[in-house]
């Protein structure tokens, strides 16, 4: 039998029952601390399980030999999924970019605005030097002269777009001409064949001249510029603006429920669209052996940008540590890696940035719309090394002068990349045509692509992610100058108070002291001889 102890007539437990109650209640939190931990990581989780499940679906229906028709309908989860974040992305980029130029004055929207670019500029900047560096180091063209697109079966990109023109459409894509058709086109450059007279022989002669057309495809960057600058006017109007400026809050807030729900959905559409990506797959085996120097040099550049250079760039703002500030984000890397969009990993990037992280939503509403659609950290690692990649191919030496040509286009090319899938691939043609190589083999950069983009998208997300951490911090230390300073002016009025309160006293009591103490007469003779 438990012996028991007496205190004051009363048995207590014995040392060994309260060890016991101890061990529960210790075994109970523990317990509690797990659920609790699964409970908020719940989604992080099932999404991160989802790309593995996909994985290893991918590889199993792959030896069943399905039909194109087959293949669709196995894609069907994952295209809902793609669906649902585009149909969401045009009100969350259009009404958090209002509300948050509108939530800022204008000094702070501009200072704030002018660390945003340059930040974008430099790290983009580093990121093209990364690449060069490393694809004159890995070469991963060198001694693949033999390789062409006929080997592998793949289909030719025809790209015949001046490079004067891509950067003309880029700024007229910056000021659409309807807003309703951006929502769902771009303008693009096309070229037609004139007859402009005959030669001495009698031989017609033929010019090209570009003409405008309309590509399908939201055209983000106008929307963006108009929203921006749609939010610094409604501030602008005061009072005025104040009702059209709670509607876009609203707007907002209501978008983000929807981003809520969606992203329960996430863990689901993603094992399919992992899966049916794997199931696509043509002889896999023959692409990595061809290109595997390239696909090495192109994820060690963003394994370098995203784990090294990026980090330290967040530090040396911010001391603070950034893989505990990227450890909130697992979700939106795992949409980032499984959708290859940075536009659709908006929404779950924006939500997670402000409940996991505590950025304020005015800063991550602002800056991530932007950065998901200016700034390709990784969209120009790729871009650089596919260029070095194509003129190693093709026997061509780069001078010096060819370098820097392929530097600047890559970072001014990606402000203007689409956040899609293969969004790149276009950019990459810009560059070639920049420094004067053939656009022939860039069917062998669409045939990895789906490979490298993952990696690419994971790293742009990044980028937007820990420049929005910057720009939170920068600005919480600008409110706290300006709190103290609010503070000293406080102290100061009080002080000047109490010296006029002194100064007041010393100037009226005087003339009745002395009055009183001249005469030693009472206050009724003074009031009397007054």
């Known amino acids: 039998m438990e012996k028991k102890s007496e205190i004051n007539g009363h048995a207590m437990p014995s040392s060994a029952s309260t060890d016991r109650m101890v061990e529960k209640s210790a075994q109970r939190s523990c317990r509690e601390k797990l659920m609790d931990y699964l409970r908020k990581n719940l989604l992080v989780i099932m999404t991160v399980s989802g790309v593995l499940v996909g994985v290893g679906l991918g590889m199993m229906v792959r030896n069943m030999s399905l039909t194109k028709a087959q293949m669709t309908y196995f894609a069907f989860p994952g295209e809902m999924l793609l669906r ?48 060069v560096a490393l694809a004159f180091i890995i ?36 000021f659409p001409s309807n807003l309703v058709a951006a929502a769902f086109r771009s303008y693009a450059t096309d070229y037609k064949m004139i007859a402009v007279g005959n030669d001495t ?24 510029l108009f929203a921006m600058v749609f939010g610094v006017a409604l501030r602008k109007l005061g009072d005025e603006g104040e009702e059209l400026i709670r509607f876009f809050n609203a707007f907002n807030e209501a978008t983000m429920v929807l981003v809520s729900w969606i992203m329960w959905y996430i863990p689901f559409g993603i094992v399919f669209l992992v ?31 995203g784990g090294i250079v990026l980090p330290l760039i967040y530090f040396g703002c911010t001391r603070k540590n950034p893989f505990t500030f990227l450890s909130g984000l697992i979700a939106p890397f795992t949409t980032a890696f499984a959708t290859c ?38 969209a120009a690692i790729f871009q650089c090394i596919a260029a070095v990649f194509i003129a190693q191919l093709n026997n061509a030496e780069l001078n010096a002068g060819q370098v820097f040509t392929i530097l600047v286009t890559a970072t001014a090319s990606s402000v203007g990349a689409a956040g899609i899938p293969a ?73 000047a108070a109490a010296v006029a309160n ?16 001249a005469s030693g007469a009472t206050p009724e003779a003074i009031e009397s001889v007054l």
């Open 341 to 378: 969009s940075s536009s659709a990993t908006l929404p779950s990037m924006i939500k997670c940035v402000e409940e996991n992280n505590g950025v304020d939503k005015r800063i991550s509403r602002f800056i991530l719309p932007i950065g998901a659609t200016v700034n390709m950290d990784g």
């Open 139 to 174: 070469k991963p063209g060198v001694g693949a002269g033999a390789l062409n697109t006929n080997h592998l079966g793949l289909e030719r990109v025809s790209t015949n777009k001046e490079t004067t023109d891509s950067f003309l459409d880029l700024a007229r894509n910056l």
């Open 275 to 305: 899966g049916s990506k794997i199931v696509e797959m043509e002889d896999v085996v023959l692409l990595v052996t061809s290109l595997g120097k390239y696909i090495f040099a192109s994820i060690l550049g963003h394994i370098i940008h």
């Open 423 to 495: 969004g790149g691939i276009i950019t990459i043609a810009i560059i070639l045509e920049a420094i004067g190589l053939p656009t022939n083999d860039l069917s062998l950069m669409l045939a990895v692509d789906w490979i490298v983009d993952r990696t690419t998208t994971v790293v742009n997300v990044e980028g937007d992610a820990l420049g929005a951490g910057i720009l939170h911090h920068i600005n919480q230390q600008e409110m706290k100058k300006r709190q103290l300073r609010e503070e000293e002016l406080v102290e100061v009025q009080v002080e």
């Open 84 to 131: 649902m974040l585009k149909m969401i992305i045009l009100p969350l980029v259009v009404c958090s970019l209002v509300s948050g130029a509108a939530s800022l004055d204008t000094r702070s929207l501009g200072k704030l605005g002018g660390i945003a670019v340059a930040y974008f500029l430099v790290t983009t900047l580093i990121a093209s030097g990364i690449a």
């Open 502 to 517: 002194v100064q007041a006293e010393e100037e009226t009591s005087p003339l009745v002291v002395h009055q009183t103490k």
């Open 201 to 224: 022989n009698g031989t017609t002669l033929y010019q090209k001249v570009p003409f405008g057309t309309e590509t399908d495809g939201m055209n983000i960057l106008g929307l963006v």
